[in-house]
């Protein structure tokens, strides 16, 4: 029985993964110990209350000794928006504001007519009926549903790969790997792909995979690894990426679940100088997962040569293969499998509040529609454009904005296997000259951590090619914001801090580059067809400023269709909370101009004394003091207020901690947000425990406040599993 056969409500049918990344030419210069900006901005998370100003020419012992008062006043002076309004090198394809509310509010009224205007860009092996959207959001009118494009039968791999060679583009460039060392590049064309990805899905259909069968896929972030997942969807298979950093344990669980007909793996992966046995876990969840009681038949494995080939790599004969045998003797064509526009495209894990990871279901049709919008439109991106998303493609960002979007819109991508700092803080200003990449999509942790190197790194390449600059995972701190567009962007770029999740599919909220003004730190404008509500506790819809739990109230697109295996589950998570919404977990607040600012996950806020306090704000605030890189606030049992409010700091390069910049640190929140929102504790910390994709684990951090350290459970897809004991042994200093 094919893995998705039935799944699905008849009429149409994780952890909220991703948020986000527009400024004056003052430059802030944090990581040189003094800022030229004299500007006050907003904060995405400090309910509009203005970041302090730092100020030419003074010192930085002199800025921090003003008293709590003064910059209280300063940092109330004023709200304006600090950036321009346009950048005139590019032509967008949304010129002005009032395009934009002509567009979104035909998306709205009219989604029919308008996502089906834009699906006709596609090739439809059979077209879709005139009212193609159906949809459920109340559990109290019966099971929750989406569905767009009913009738239509496509296939996104097609979309993305043959059509552009079939319009005689089969010689552009569609993937530029750049590997962990610097002397390691490759470049392939799209013809080139196509034909891999065709001998790879007729491998693939050599072991039996057929529509609706599950293929994991465990990889580094070679070329081959978005090959794999167009080749699965190539013939209607369903691919489930696992970031190589997860553990073996990670791995089995997901394999077991999605019953994976085949492993694709590779033999190893260097990350800086760190060599990672990628074989030798995929070993150990091979046997994990059939002690659960399923064993994936055929492992098909890639020999990385710069991880150790060949020799160094485990091998079982029977099961294993090497990637390049395996496809060597197919051939280069391959048909394709037509699907209808609900049919499974891939599943994507998250972490669940559970312990369980939810394997969220994404469909074809409505997915390839959004995928293709989102990435034009926000990232203003042209065919030929060379274009670079920093995500793997074990989390959602790398399924969307590197291995379906770029290539439906037919850009010219850079897939990187290395990390940014290697061998040194300026790598991704080198690629960027190397490439000539115009847009550039990071993370705010990438951007704090280059921020926290230097200017000098990025002064000492060109970057005269970029146009945009992106963020995305999590809200970025306005001082940030200021660096990346005015050090990265030398002013002149308009940054899209875009707002989605796992869930999603795609961009929700999102700055248009040029289309209104922007405000360092908001999200801005929801894109075409989001209807974002704030709502209170009882689920009444909070009109005009204000703030609240972040819901979606219609139907987009590339919605979740559901979690594998577990309907109910998808239907608590994401609807039950406020029935007639989708709730995305997260709080956020509209400022008097409709600007929507993120102010975090709604379990991160911190009760204290009776004050609602996010941690964002807390840490946007902390951040703004020119000596704290960066900084991670969770909440801790406090004897009198219920809750206190526990601060972990990373310092500039150079700086070491002392007393003063402890108490200069807490006067800086109490002079931003209030003394309420003081922090209890200020937590030293060289670094701070993140995976690899950046994202801070924030529940280590909550046991290790806790002193319950004991508890910490898997901490192996941490970077570096060592920054545990650090902050352990520094708790108290």
């Known amino acids: 029985m094919h893995l998705f056969k039935g799944l699905l409500h008849k009429k ?50 002199a800025l921090h000794s003003i008293p709590v008062h003064k910059l209280r006043a300063q940092a109330a002076a004023t709200e304006a928006l600090t950036v321009p309004e346009s950048y005139p090198h590019f032509t967008p394809f949304v010129e002005n504001k009032k395009q934009y509310d002509e567009m979104y509010k035909r998306s709205i009224e009219d989604p029919n007519g308008f996502w089906g205007d834009i699906a006709k860009e596609f090739h439809w092996e059979k077209q879709w009926d005139e009212e193609h959207i159906s949809y459920n959001f109340d559990v109290r009118k019966g099971p929750i549903h989406v569905e767009y494009f009913k009738g239509g039968l496509t296939n996104i791999c097609y ?21 962990n060392d610097l002397d390691q590049d490759r470049k392939m064309t799209y013809g080139e792909v196509l ?35 167009l080749a699965c969807a190539r013939i209607g298979a369903v691919h489930s990426v696992v970031f190589g950093g997860f553990s073996a344990e990670a791995l ?35 046997t994990m997962a059939a002690k659960s009681g399923h064993t994936v038949p055929r492992v098909v494995v890639y020999e990385n040569e710069r991880a150790g080939g060949r ?53 074809t049709g409505g997915y390839m529609v959004y995928a293709h919008t989102t990435t034009k439109y926000v990232f203003n991106m042209q065919p030929g454009d ?53 847009q550039f999509y990071t993370a705010p942790t990438a951007i704090r951590s280059l921020m926290r190197a230097g200017d000098l790194y990025v002064k000492e390449h060109l970057r005269d090619s970029l146009r945009i600059l992106g963020s995305v995972g999590e809200p970025i701190n306005p001082e940030a914001w200021r660096w990346y567009h005015d050090i990265v962007g030398d002013g002149r770029c308009p940054i899209v801090d875009t707002w989605w999740q796992t869930e999603t599919g795609g961009h929700m909220i999102t700055p248009l580059p040029n289309a209104w003004a922007q405000k360092p730190g908001s999200a801005t404008y929801p894109f075409f067809g989001v209807v974002p509500v704030l709502v209170d506790e009882k689920g009444n819809e909070v009109k005009g400023e204000g703030e609240g739990y972040l819901c979606i109230k219609q139907a987009w697109p590339a919605t979740l269709r559901t979690v594998y295996g577990d309907h109910e589950r998808y239907e608590t998570n994401y609807f039950k909370p406020f029935p007639g919404y989708y709730f995305s977990g997260d709080g956020a607040r509209r400022d008097k101009d409709g600007y929507i600012w993120i102010t975090g996950r709604v379990d991160d806020v911190i009760n204290v004394s009776g004050h609602r306090i996010g941690t964002a704000e807390v840490e946007s605030a902390l951040v703004a003091h020119a000596k704290c890189a960066e ?39 109490r002079g931003i947000i209030g003394a309420f929102a003081a922090p209890d504790v200020i937590h030293w910390a060289p670094g701070l425990p993140k995976t690899r994709s950046g994202k801070i684990m924030r529940r280590v951090l909550r046991k290790i406040a806790a002193k319950q350290e004991d508890e910490l459970g898997d901490v192996s897809t941490l970077a570096d599993p060592h920054v545990v004991e650090q902050l352990v042994a520094l708790r108290g200093h």
């Open 12 to 61: 149409g049918a994780a952890s909220a993964a991703d948020k986000q990344p527009g400024g004056s030419a003052a430059a802030v210069s944090k990581a040189n110990g003094a800022s030229t900006s004299s500007h006050t901005t907003t904060s995405a998370v400090n309910k509009g209350r203005p970041v302090v100003p730092t100020q030419e020419g003074r010192s930085l012992d």
């Open 159 to 179: 979309n993305a790969l043959d059509r552009h060679v079939a319009a005689g583009h089969g010689d552009r460039v569609c993937f530029l790997w750049e590997g």
């Open 195 to 229: 034909e891999e990805v065709c001998q790879l899905a007729n491998y693939l259909r050599s072991q039996g995979v057929q529509k609706g069968d599950a293929v994991s896929i465990y990889m580094p972030m070679v070329c081959e690894l978005p090959i794999a997942m």
């Open 252 to 286: 089995a669980g997901r394999m077991e679940d999605c019953k994976a007909k085949v492993l694709i793996t590779a033999s190893g992966v260097m990350r800086g100088n760190k060599k990672i046995d990628l074989k030798a876990i995929a070993d150990s969840a091979h």
């Open 311 to 363: 020799a160094a790599c485990s091998f079982t004969e029977g099961r294993d293969v090497w990637y390049a045998e395996a496809i060597a003797e197919q051939a280069k064509t391959c048909e394709v499998e037509w699907v209808e526009a609900e049919h499974p495209l891939f599943l994507l894990y998250t972490s669940g509040s559970t312990g369980k990871p939810k394997g969220v279901v994404h469909c």
């Open 386 to 438: 060379t274009y670079w998303c920093t995500a793997d493609c074990g989390w959602i960002t790398g399924h969307t904005y590197l291995t379906y979007g770029p290539l439906l819109v037919g850009a010219s991508q850079v897939v990187f296997e290395g990390v940014p700092t290697y061998p040194g803080p300026d790598r991704c200003w080198r690629v960027v000259d190397k490439y000539a990449v115009k």
């Open 631 to 669: 900084a991670a606030v969770v909440g801790y049992e406090h004897p009198i207020k219920g809750q206190g409010i526990y601060a972990y700091v990373t310092l500039m390069e150079g700086v070491e901690p002392t007393e003063d910049i402890r108490r200069e640190l807490i006067n800086t929140v």
